[in-house]
């Protein structure tokens, strides 16, 4: 059985796991948001694309989830079963008759492509096959064993309450956070928990979505909790059931029963001539907020197999290469501040790297991979931020700056002598592009190379003989120009773009890529083709895309 990738691919609506069968009930039309946490619009079953399955069980108020896991060999016994009934074909027809039934809760069936909704009054009046396909879905059991699920995510619906008679009210365990804490905005009911925390709360409810009233100091408060299942994401909390935008297919049954390759059509737009003779050129890592918060993603060099690596409540920013390509470091706010982290290259294994109260951020790896260089505020804030150097599992910091304003964007030269960086000569203002030239003593040497005015992120050739420089005059005429060694200036082109940033060198040195504004929309990435100054665009999203990294 082939893995199930371990990256989010970018669906519209499969954020995280897509999904093969789904059988669930919803509330009615007059139903509230906090029915979704008494389980009433989670699925009563559902089967992952990788064969894990869901089943709720237990009375109203108590139900709990269990899971288990299933060979492609039993999920396409299923569903040439289902297929059999002829439920699977396209209907005109859905009931024999029908009752008045609007407002009662329904049913949502998912199988492959086919979506159907009905209200649950209606349910025996159906059709004979969409009868037999419904009987098939609900008495289905997976053929293995059913073990108490833990999810990654844990969704409170906690309100301000003052007990009943039936209620009765037990302490808020001490060893975990507290609750008005947890429920810090007091504008929603919502409170997503992750991470340790999880399972010692899940457990206070014995794993059931039932109510429970506690006590914390003076106050009440009922709290109902539900685990946010694998195909849900918790930022868009609660999801409800509906027709999926985009189907992923997840099985292939003709022949010996698989699982389909996670290479699966993407919703790339159709490449331009342009961008497909980039085909075969790398990968680009790149940061998206279309939904909300920052990510981390990764595409191929021709805009194609754009996939989410990173996918959490929190910013997660600046992704850089290791020189092997086999790691990423970025920069995340997930423990409250930015902090540099690092994972593989297809977005297991995160591992933090530095942990201050201040801030750190933008990484750069050295080119044989053992060091980063990375910009910290921990001596003396923002205003005064400076560049250190680190062992690349995080290991002797080391300051490699000193001085009273603030250094910013470094990027190490692919023959590892020198780190190019940034520093601020006038408050926001203008920048001069400076030199840290490296011994194997581990000295350093400062040298000022050239002006720049806005805050573009250098970037090196791949020979190490000039850097590319966006800028951006008087907020106007964005153009690319190359500083060499010496601080001679060589001319580029101008760009049809708005505020480029960030830029990055391919390995053969015919292209950078960069993020920038389209003219009429929001930031996106871009190619430019230095031979001929032409610009291609990469990405066509409605939220901002920055900070490109190119590999190799």
């Not at 009375?59 to 060999?73: D, K, N, S, Y």
């Not at 389909?260 to 737009?269: D, E, K, N, Y």
């Not at 980039?278 to 993603?297: A, D, M, W």
């Not at 001069?432 to 573009?456: D, I, S």
Request: glycine share 8%; net charge negative; charged share 20%.
């Amino acid at each position: 059985m082939a893995p199930f990738p371990t990256v989010t691919p970018d669906y519209a609506v499969y954020e995280t796991k897509p999904i093969f069968l789904l059988f669930g009930g919803y509330w009615g039309d007059g139903g509230h948001e906090s029915d979704t946490f008494y389980g009433r619009d989670t699925p009563q079953m559902v089967i992952y694309g990788d064969g894990q399955v869901l089943i709720k069980s237990g009375e109203w108020g108590l139900r709990t989830f269990t899971e288990a896991q299933v060979t492609p060999a039993e999920m396409c016994r299923l569903r040439r079963q289902i297929e059999s009934t002829g439920f699977l074909q396209p209907h005109t027809e859905y009931y024999t008759q029908r009752e008045g039934s609007d407002g009662a809760p329904g049913i949502a069936i998912q199988v492959d492509d086919t979506y159907y909704s009905f209200y649950g009054p209606d349910v025996p009046h159906l059709v004979d096959d969409l009868a037999a396909g419904y009987r098939i879905i609900e008495n289905y059991r997976p053929n293995a064993p059913l073990e108490p699920y833990t999810p990654t995510y844990l969704a409170l619906w906690v309100e301000e309450v003052m007990p009943t008679e039936e209620d009765t009210p037990v302490p808020w365990p001490s060893e975990l956070p507290p609750i008005a804490e947890l429920w810090s905005d007091r504008e929603r009911n919502t409170v997503i928990i992750d991470g340790e925390w999880v399972l010692p709360i899940y457990e206070l409810f014995s794993r059931h979505l039932s109510w429970r009233v506690f006590q914390e100091g003076d106050s009440y408060y009922g709290v109902i909790a539900r685990p946010v299942l694998p195909h849900e994401t918790p930022r868009n909390f609660p999801v409800y059931p509906g027709p999926p935008l985009d189907y992923v297919p997840v099985l292939e049954c003709e022949g010996e029963a698989s699982l389909i390759s996670p290479a699966i059509p993407t919703t790339t737009p159709t490449l331009t001539a342009a961008a497909a003779a980039l085909k075969g050129q790398g990968r680009i890592l790149f940061v998206s907020s279309g939904y909300g918060n920052s990510e981390v993603y990764v595409m191929e060099a021709d805009g194609s197999g754009r996939t989410r690596l990173t996918n959490n409540l929190a910013n997660d920013d600046e992704p850089a290469w290791s020189p092997d390509g086999q790691h990423i470091a970025f920069v995340s706010d997930r423990d409250g501040d930015q902090e540099i982290y690092v994972m593989a290259a297809d977005g297991t294994n995160v591992v933090q790297l530095t942990q201050n109260e201040v801030e750190d951020y933008s990484p750069t790896w050295s080119p044989d991979g053992t060091q980063i260089a990375f910009v910290t505020d921990r001596d003396g804030g923002w205003q005064e931020s400076e560049i250190y150097l680190m062992n690349a599992n995080g290991s002797q910091p080391r300051r490699l700056t000193a001085n009273l304003s603030r250094d910013l964007s470094p990027v190490w030269s692919p023959d590892g002598t020198k780190i190019a960086f940034l520093r601020e000569l006038a408050f926001n203002a203008t920048y001069a592009l400076f030199l840290l030239h490296l011994n194997q003593l581990g000295a350093v040497m400062e040298e000022r190379l050239e002006n720049a005015y806005l805050l573009p992120r250098p970037a090196w050739s791949p020979d190490s003989s000039e850097i590319a420089l966006l800028e951006t005059i008087g907020r106007a005429d964005p153009h690319l120009r190359y500083v060499g060694l010496d601080g001679s200036v060589r001319p580029g082109f101008t760009l049809a773009v708005r505020y480029p940033w960030s830029p990055d060198w391919s390995s053969d040195g015919a292209y950078v890529v960069f993020a920038a504004y389209e003219l009429t929309g929001d930031r996106e990435i871009f190619i430019a083709e230095l031979a001929t100054g032409s610009i291609i665009q990469l990405t066509f999203t409605e939220g901002d895309e920055s900070s490109p990294a190119w590999w190799p």
